[in-house]
């Protein structure tokens, strides 16, 4: 078990750190069988809808591939899906990708919230933003960046934020002028003020925090040791798993979700009212986790994943199928 922790830590650094060109892989990670599914192709699974970005001045439509995905999510509470990429926004919308032609970030710590997204990173070099970004804002699907706060002090790979609410939650990598790094800090007003909170038993080599959609108090973490619940506002933790590394944390409305690795990739859907687990059916994935996930606050039958190895799946019938939309990162 310890020798597949550290292997799947070492594939979450290089994730973490693709910004600088490293990307490792994880060949001997033991080999799980997973769920079979049915997979179709995603462009016979088109909504009625007309997609918002078909003709948008800031979007383009592209081939090709995805990859070095630092978040996903419906971003202004709309049914298109936001992937935030090294290299900029990309969305998939009414079956169709599209990326944009301006502010081409490296976009890390990447959330979606009600009216648009919060994000941290590093500029593009077409933008004019400071390196690091520290945390920023757009309410017009990435065609500007409101500029929230710590610019040019902090690129934050592990900030959460209440979809609802904006409440981030941020862990700093390192000191700056608000925080000391390692600790964990809440601000309530869009990064003007932070206060440190007590984090107690919250656990070390962290990969993901998530806050819930309404209610601030409610923060999880996913970790090398397994999945931190806070119902505190994150002043004490309960790691609520055993024998399993934590890949990913999620709130909806009613609902908790955690990614873990326990030699097979698993997602637990756990109930904000009783406190029941279910587990999920999940594609067939071989030496491979889910690391993002995303549920579409206007259909609860629609979710979107993305795996360490870049492929994204997206179900649109409650998970009991998977449409591959993504496969080691080329789109499909």
């Not at 049915?38 to 800031?58: A, I, L, R």
Request: hydrophobic fraction near 35%; proline fraction near 3%.
């Amino acid at each position: 078990m310890k020798k597949i922790m550290v292997l799947l830590s070492t594939l979450v650094l290089a994730i973490f750190l693709s910004a600088c060109g490293d990307k490792n892989s994880s060949d001997n990670m033991d080999e799980q069988s997973g769920k079979e599914t049915t997979q179709t192709n995603p462009n016979t699974t088109k909504s009625s809808e007309v997609g918002n970005f078909d003709g948008h001045p800031n979007f383009e439509t592209f081939e090709g591939s995805i990859d070095h995905i630092h978040g996903l999510g419906y971003a202004g509470n709309q049914n298109a899906i936001f992937f935030a990429a090294h290299d900029g926004i990309k969305v998939f919308d009414n079956g169709s990708w599209y990326r944009t032609k301006t502010e081409n970030n490296d976009f890390m710590g990447f959330n979606a919230v009600n009216e648009g997204f919060i994000s941290s990173g590093h500029p593009g070099t077409d933008s004019k933003l400071p390196n690091p970004v520290g945390i920023i804002r757009s309410v017009d699907n990435g065609q500007s960046l409101e500029k929230l706060g710590l610019l040019g002090e902090t690129d934050f790979h592990l900030m959460g934020v209440g979809f609802e609410t904006n409440t981030i939650y941020a862990l700093p990598p390192n000191n700056n002028s608000e925080m000391q790094a390692g600790e964990l800090y809440i601000s309530e007003d869009l990064a003007k003020t932070w206060e440190k909170v007590s984090a107690k038993n919250l656990g070390e080599n962290l990969i993901g925090l998530a806050v819930h959609p309404t209610n601030s108090q409610n923060v999880a973490a996913a970790g090398e040791k397994g999945i931190y619940y806070s119902e505190d506002k994150g002043n004490t933790f309960e790691l609520i798993t055993e024998n399993m590394q934590g890949t990913s944390v999620y709130f909806s409305n009613d609902a908790f979700w955690f990614g873990g690795y326990d030699g097979n990739a698993v997602l637990i859907k756990r109930s904000l009212t009783d406190g029941k687990e279910e587990e999920i059916n999940l594609p067939k994935m071989e030496q491979d986790a889910v690391m993002y996930m995303a549920q579409n606050p206007k259909n609860p039958d629609e979710l979107v994943f993305v795996s360490f190895k870049g492929n994204v799946y997206r179900s649109v019938d409650g998970t009991n199928t998977w449409i591959t939309l993504v496969e080691n990162g080329e789109i499909q």
